[in-house]
């Protein structure tokens, strides 16, 4: 556990003929690939039949040649990949959802975190229903489906249920002959809509997908709002829009998102790099050299050594070929761990004054790891710069901030990380710089470093609680 | 399609203090796999948390050491075993069903197949609940659930659950603290209880299983019965006891079940020897050796031979070393398959009058090839005997008897279907002595051979309907 | 190590044109596999050019469809199965061999051992020759090869290589434009011709590889004989043939062929049925019931009753499902293991004199659970009778016959023997009998039982020989 | 092919003790993994025992922790990774080569390619040797080998064999007792020694390996230097140094070698570095950003970036999700394969006219694809700069530089080629500036830009020559 995770990456599709969609949904989900690699899933619609795929793994490990036969040729497609914590079968709580109902099928497609899971579930099981996974997605589904009983369109019960849902949801939700995206009132995750010459429309959690599948982005769906794609083209519901202050995570820049998407309309490559230059004036430094930590560091590295005009170089070669079946060295060796993925190139850093950039510093143990590598490649100084204010407080919103105890800024000073970390200086970008970072959006979430919730966060926080049992 | 299947096979344990149960299922599984061969499951209870861990594959291919560490220690356990067809995907009906409700925990394996799964199902979507799979065995569990939140107690809720499934089920169910046998009125499918010297109780559809895991047979559990075990001991539920006529399926006998299981008091391979014994009083013949088809036709060539007086002999040689992956010869080869599975043994049949013995003959197609290998090896006469009645009527009763139109003795006389297998003379086993089998047991289900059925079809016959989609 | 193994099949085919002959590798292959388990490989040779695919693992997992694909087809091809002792990587010692040479290619499948290995090796070696495998197939290959440069062609190359080579072989190579089967002059092990009605001409080391083919049994390769066939037909070189006594291996009767080949003249299946009968004879007993250990002494079984006139039953149900992942059990549970592979069915022997008949007895363990198992089910006397004569002696020949030490029969008299097993009686088939269990063959070599060994055996036996280093 | 290959990664490690040496070979063949990625292999030397395991494959793939315990702990290894052709079963080239002669173990893993391959190759059949492998390295084997039996120690055998091989080659070779490492006179490719604080001692191919198992550089094998290491400690036989030119090749500073090496002497990033800055100077050019492709562009692009005042900017987000089983786009849709592994950042190119650096130019589809990516992101004009000379000519020494007619700089000015990628202007770096792209090093084999041959050509390089059959 040496970062933050985002929990999910969305994308959904609409063909006005047959088509191979999910090859369209297999690149845009290699696309979105970071946002979750620990399950994946397709569904193909195929004039109201739906085929799905979905299993543990890689995007490149779930869907091979006779699986994307299988799932064949469609009109909508929904895909999603997913991360969580490990366990022996995680394929229990991969997606799409798919929902065979006497009222109408669905697939759906959830990224983010309700804040009143716990309530919703109760009563829904009090009333007979039975749930098959942890995740908060299936609740979702079930709340759809009791309006569904009670509504004339699948539209009107997504508006519907987005009554009972409190907290962070971005979905894509597919019917027979529907293909619906919505976002929570407070737009807490991304989600936009592409285009294509050949009359397809796309949903994603990020533009990285639209390109991955050459389309073009439209516009983002804004939050509260409820859009619609079928044969009659595309429509949007905005009944929800405007219910709450926006407020966007602001990690999506710092960290999740990919540097050549555009959330919200500003370039997260660009955010990114504004936070290096905020850190150039925040916390300035006589050194020698700039370097980023691969890969989330290097945009704000190149931040910094603009504003600064301190020179920027490549101080690490990461190791490319370390996958899923590396074999870790033995407990003595785990210190050699951090330079067989990540190398310093000594020719940059030898006899340097070196200002380090991260995006953001969680235990602060790699840290740690990574400035003795400097140190021992001959760096003289070396000053930390993290992109991310400390964090500080729990999300519940779809992230997986540590506990307080594990976070290396919880109830310590600067100068106390300093020395853990072993640097000479180091910076954090102020909160009130996180909320600059974009040049085209207000209103973020930076609850993780101020505390500040947009909303009431939840009653039972417990992440595992759906995992126990109940003692008859 | 060459063959009946069952469609599934069901263990249960429970013991006194925690040990390693899923070691018990694993073998116990392994003594059933005969039962189903598409996907396998384990449930261990620890304490009143569950573990499962289930997938499409043989028990030895889903079990991995891993995968039995995961598991680990506990005081009770089910695992499942499951018959099916093909799909890229058959993991989604894989059981057992585990529901973590917020009124208590439930794990249930189910053998068997419900007449008013359709009715049951739509009622149930219509209050809400929502399915994922496309067995009967998920509407059980949702009527029990919805019965729990009704009754005190989940041996309650089995008994009212049971007042509303029509036809055929076998099943156990695990919650928190107790394990649960039970078994429709009419008994159509087997199910008894074992005991081990360590102070276990075992539930187990064929006292192979028990064997499996060093435990003797107490009893079988009764049709309608409901058996509970917990800390308490073992008590039983008798309110559904006696309310139909007994009609176990005959061919549990004849085909289904292990040699060396004893069903409902009567040993399985003496049933087939007397089958054969039968025939040889039904339909005798001139001939030099009588061999059966392996494995299944050899306990009633036995038979057949000892009450004709003709000599055994061993016919053929099955390849034991053809298993999943097989490469299927190419369409022009088709016909060499059979005899690369099983080869005839020219010293045995070569100038010989052969009486051959088979369990049953369903679509022809295999048995002719058999039968043309015999002459090629230098048999002068074949002689059929099959030691089941011809396949006539439909299954709704667990099993896949094929669609009339497969059926080779549908709508054709013997001496059709003699001449289509080309042989020089061919025997049914009779209905009547059908119902003979068994030495100590009475009530037979025989609809598949005479349209006698026990309880009324379902009115919508089609098993693909829950595959359907839905038109919004 | 329950058992003895034979170390090798061997297959080759010819087809006067181009045909899907690694099909034909494949279902020979197959039919083989009983005699290795180790490794699988296949040699197909398109018009002088050979494309070869070998690995461990059975012949399924070895050959897939891509693998099918890319040996394509040929006009001749060769195949191997090999079982050896296992290792992490035993793809070294895989065959057919193939040699890519200046003046030919070759590839080289082979059973047996030869006596003088180590000799030839040393030589060799010292001569310039690099050894890659720990098996004698290499050396061969290397004779051949030296042999080659200095004869006018390959199967003169063969004839000569046969004036170096001691000890049993049987093996078929293949150059760009021959097929040839070459057999010591001892006979040791079998090799079979068969044709095709579509001109293909085959050689085999046992009739049920024809028979899986659809090939008819043409005649045996002769002990010394060299077979070539190419585009002038089939031809024969018999100066080796007759310069030794016939010593075919007795145990290839007794266990390692396939009941359904017939074997040097004389059917397999009819020659254990004759060690039954011989054994009712030798050792008759006051008995219920004869049973057979599946699958091995089933044959054997068959015989006892039918000259004992004690009725023959089905003693044992073997589970046909345990493969190559199963889990074995902790040790505690050791003993269940042979129970779950092998259970008795009560119905047959409880409260029955048993007649227990099995092929031989190695170390006698697996024995002994057996007849415990037997017990258990209610068998009030079990009487041993085993096919083979006690193991006493090493063979050098191609077996793996278990060091003195190990075989329960060295040292021990028979009551001793039969007290460790747990028996009421003993009863092995006399050494005398065993040179008459064929009809139509005669020349045994039946070393391990008597010591009597038709060669010298080798001066330095260590197998692993060449394995270990040397120092420099 | 869209980029010239190197053949293989080479590493050796010596210990004074015994211990987990093939963990350090593992980590060392990860980070040289880039030098390789169809087959790996290790060879621990356990007291003058050696264990290997070899397979195509990735590091991480091939070596399980299973294999890893086989391999167990020695104190000696040699590990090894190939590049080559696909192949069904590319196992058979794997290396280390092992061999178990009478006079001694030997173990041989190798870099480069002998120019008289064919002519050695064909002399050691005409003698009686057999070849396996498609690869000069089993040549180098067979060669030492047979002057090790007139030689008194593998040493003399080793410095003897350099006599009779012509061309490249860095190889390892490690004996019951000593680890030896040669390098050819002209030193085409690097080959470093290194030493631990343990006492070990280690070759590789390159200084990123030693940094990975926490090594120092000690300093380079000289060009026709061979070095000993055994319980003495470190010696050097010197007497093929300065036999001819030094001609290293000089695509190790601009592609091959990773950035973190040092290559005798020189900074592999600083010499990318320098190229960029004389790109810059040999080919200035008006524009806003300077991109690089990623990995190869990158450290180019900054000394283009810092020589040229123009600013740098990350162009491209390199999706690191895509491994070996991902699914290529058909046909139709190829043109969107690049983008799925490369999008560019519109952020950073939008409206601007941008300098686009790479390693070098091969077939140019790959970088046409590359600039239309660009523009299509918005770019106002693409200047493309080559850090390599153009490729005019066959490589014989080791890499895989494609044949002439693929190369788009054969035959056609740099106009033409400009057209044909795509580009407002393109600049390649200058043969005589190639020549001073390592601070330290001097003497470059440039042959494949200028055709000037450190040594004779091969007579025959026709490289399949060894995988063709031979008429009888």
Redesign the interface.
């Known amino acids: 556990m040496n970062h933050i995770h985002e929990e999910c990456g969305v994308f959904g599709i609409y063909s006005p003929k047959q088509a191979?969609l999910a090859?369209d949904c297999?690149?845009a989900l290699?696309?979105l690939?970071?946002r979750g690699?620990e399950s994946a899933g397709i569904t193909v619609n195929e004039r109201?039949?739906?085929r799905?795929?979905k299993d543990a793994g890689?995007?490149?490990?779930v869907?091979?040649?006779?699986?994307?036969e299988?799932l064949g040729k469609g009109n909508m497609a929904v895909g999603h990949v997913r991360y969580g914590t490990a366990g022996?079968?995680p394929?229990q709580n991969a997606q799409p959802i798919?929902?065979?109902?006497?009222?109408?099928?669905m697939s759906l497609a959830h990224n983010g975190s309700l804040t009143n899971a716990s309530e919703l579930?109760?009563e829904?099981?009090?009333?007979?229903?039975?749930?098959?996974m942890?995740s908060d997605s299936e609740i979702i589904?079930?709340v759809i489906?009791?309006e569904r009983?009670k509504c004339g369109?699948?539209e009107a019960a997504v508006s519907k249920a987005m009554d009972r849902l409190d907290g962070a949801y971005s979905f894509v939700v597919m019917?027979?002959?529907?293909l619906i995206a919505a976002r929570d009132p407070h737009g807490f995750h991304p989600m936009c809509i592409g285009t294509r010459p050949d009359g397809s429309i796309m949903f994603a959690s990020e533009t990285?997908a639209l390109?991955?599948?050459?389309a073009t982005f439209l516009r983002d769906v804004q939050p509260g709002e409820v859009v619609i794609v079928d044969k009659n083209g595309l429509r949007s519901d905005d009944s929800h829009v405007g219910k709450c202050d926006k407020s966007l995570c602001v990690f999506e820049y710092i960290y999740f998102a990919?540097?050549?998407s555009?959330v919200d309309g500003s370039?997260v490559?660009?955010a990114r790099q504004r936070a290096g230059s905020f850190l150039a004036l925040e916390h300035p430094c006589n050194a020698d050299v700039v370097i980023g930590v691969p890969?989330s560091g290097?945009?704000a590295a190149?931040g910094y050594a603009?504003t600064s005009g301190i020179?920027?170089?490549?101080g690490?070669?990461k190791?490319?070929?370390?996958?899923?079946?590396?074999?870790q060295?033995?407990q003595s060796?785990r210190e050699?761990l951090v330079?067989?993925k990540l190398?310093?190139?000594?020719?940059?850093v030898k006899g340097k004054r070196v200002v380090l950039v991260d995006d953001s510093i969680v235990r602060g143990t790699t840290c740690a790891r990574i400035v003795r590598l400097l140190r021992d490649a001959g760096a003289t100084e070396v000053h930390m710069r993290s992109s991310a204010p400390p964090f500080l407080y729990p999300c519940y919103f779809g992230t997986d901030v540590d506990s307080q105890e594990n976070l290396v800024a919880w109830n310590r000073t600067v100068e106390e990380v300093r020395d853990i970390i072993g640097v000479d200086s180091l910076g954090y970008l102020s909160c009130e710089n996180a909320h600059k970072l974009a040049e085209n959006t207000a209103g973020f979430c930076t609850a993780c470093f101020d505390g500040n919730y947009p909303c009431t966060p939840p009653k039972t926080p417990d992440k595992t609680r759906?995992?126990?049992?109940?003692?008859?």
Do not use: W
């Open positions: 191979d090859s297999y690149y290699f696309a690939q970071h690699q109201g039949r739906l799905t795929h890689l995007v490149e490990d869907f091979t040649k006779d699986v994307m299988y022996i079968n394929v798919v929902v065979n109902h006497c009222k109408g099928l579930r109760e829904l099981e009090l009333n007979g229903s039975i749930f098959h942890t589904a079930h489906i009791r009983l369109s699948i019917s027979s002959t529907k990285c390109d991955a599948v050459g990919r540097p050549d555009v370039s490559h660009m890969d290097l945009d190149i603009k020179p920027y170089g490549i690490f070669i190791n490319k070929y370390i996958g899923r079946t590396f074999i060295p033995t060796d050699n330079r067989i190398n310093p190139v000594s020719a940059t759906f995992e126990r049992g109940v003692d008859e």
